[in-house]
């Protein structure tokens, strides 16, 4: 079954005083003004990941993540965190692909499928995230981009392996920018996205798969982006980092 998943990406931001508060008042808004059955994923700094759990209720409403991994199982990778060591920690999703590690670190698609894999390996969920930069948009390839970091990262696995990965589509332009995509855009690219993993894994699969959007969605945008049939949650940057408009926007699903 198709789930609803709206994540808060903190990016990094946040001291442990600052994550411990963030994430009590998100837990208890959510908890007295919620209704519907959205996911929440919190998707903190390595570092906090411990004190965040320890204040996220157990049940099936919040989730503990991550913004990475390493691609390697162990060893002398100074600096690195593997993705055993996040199971270990308990946590639920790691975030990979997002579009400042392929920019700013470097990740390459087949980097990211070794991630992928480790990933999955160790038990844990993956948020694939995916986009074209705004030059790609304007010429017209962004259908071809995403088609590329879909297949080369993702498609090598098996249909019972993909069941664990959640697709985040988010256009670059729209990151941090306070420019979001359009609801007919996100839909329009979703709609494409699910047709891909049909394809690739047949229609069950692709019902299946959560798509969310990510890219500046905050209170005002958020209800009529997650309207769209292909829309099954958000990814959240500037917004997560703000209690009362993180779970405005999990309301308002
Ligand atoms: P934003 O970030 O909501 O601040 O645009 C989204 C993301 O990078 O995941």
Not at 45 to 58: A, C, N, Q
Not at 174 to 184: C, D, L, V, W, Y
Request: overall charge negative; charged content about 25%; proline content about 2%.
């Amino acid at each position: 079954m198709r789930r609803k998943i709206i994540a808060g990406n903190w990016k990094m931001n946040t001291t442990k005083e600052e994550a411990q508060i963030l994430t009590s008042e998100v837990v208890n808004i959510i908890n007295d003004e919620v209704n519907n059955d959205a996911l929440v994923v919190l998707c903190t700094p390595f570092v906090h990941l411990s004190t965040v759990k320890s204040l996220l209720p157990s049940g099936k409403r919040f989730f503990i993540g991550a913004q990475n991994c390493s691609q390697h199982d162990a060893g002398a990778y100074t600096g690195e965190v593997s993705a055993a060591m996040l199971k270990s920690f308990g946590v639920d999703f790691v975030i990979i692909g997002h579009s400042e590690r392929r920019e700013y670190f470097k990740e390459d698609h087949q980097m990211l499928a070794q991630k992928v894999d480790q990933v999955l390996k160790n038990g844990m969920e993956v948020i694939f995230c995916c986009g074209e930069v705004l030059d790609e948009r304007e010429s017209g390839k962004q259908n071809e981009v995403v088609a590329t970091q879909l297949k080369e990262s993702l498609f090598h696995l098996s249909a019972e392996e993909f069941a664990k990965v959640v697709i985040a589509y988010e256009p670059v332009w729209a990151i941090g920018t306070g420019k979001t995509a359009s609801s007919e855009q996100a839909q329009e690219m979703q709609a494409y996205i699910r047709s891909l993993v049909a394809e690739k894994y047949g229609s069950q699969v692709a019902d299946d798969t959560t798509i969310q959007y990510g890219g500046s969605m905050k209170p005002g945008n958020a209800q009529e982006l997650l309207a769209q049939p292909d829309v099954d949650g958000g990814l959240i940057g500037g917004a997560s980092l703000k209690s009362r408009d993180f779970a405005e926007i999990v309301k308002g699903y």
